[in-house]
């Protein structure tokens, strides 16, 4: 059995930064400080440096989930980043995530060996496996990530 790997969305797999930087000043003025809730804000993002091939190399040897949460006051999306899967990893049957997109507001809840978040939010920090920490010192980017677990399955 392949162990489990959680992938969050957010500044993990989607570069949030790539979407703010497409949004015109009054909107940006709008909504600043809740950028996350301007409408069809998820569907402007760009993947993060290097996830898409990290995950297909962690594919061959681990069972991966993503494991997202979404904006409570912002609709919109939750249907963006499935369209956002679908748009970087297929949505047919035999594509890598196709039913194995999770939005929850308490990460804590799955079951898995390995979380891989920027954030210690919404149960990051609680998890019963290990949080790798996205972006902090031991695991700064797609490439100290992908190495770590791949030494893990040897």
């Known amino acids: 059995m392949k162990k489990i790997i959680y992938i969050d969305m957010d500044n993990v797999l989607v570069d949030f930064k790539s979407g703010i930087a497409k949004l015109d000043s009054d ?3 709008a909504y600043e400080g809740k950028l996350d809730e301007v409408p069809d804000i998820f569907s402007l ?22 494991l997202s949460t979404a904006p409570w006051l912002n609709p919109s999306a939750w249907i963006h980043k499935l369209e956002w899967v679908q748009k970087y ?37 609680d998890f019963k496996g290990e949080w790798i920490h996205f972006g902090s010192t031991e695991f700064p980017n797609w490439h100290s ?10």
């Not at 939005?103 to 978040?117: A, C, E, F, R």
């Not at 990530?145 to 040897?154: D, F, G, I, Q």
């Open 27 to 29: 909107t940006l003025e």
């Open 45 to 66: 993002m760009e993947p993060f440096p290097h996830a898409i091939e990290s995950i297909h190399k962690l594919a061959e040897c681990y069972d991966l989930y993503i």
């Open 89 to 125: 990893f297929g949505k047919e049957k035999d594509s890598l995530f196709y039913k194995r997109l999770i939005i929850s507001h308490n990460k804590n809840l799955n079951t898995g060996h390995y979380l891989i978040d920027d954030r210690p939010n919404n149960g990051a920090k």
């Open 145 to 154: 990530v992908t190495e770590y677990l791949l030494l893990e399955t040897k």
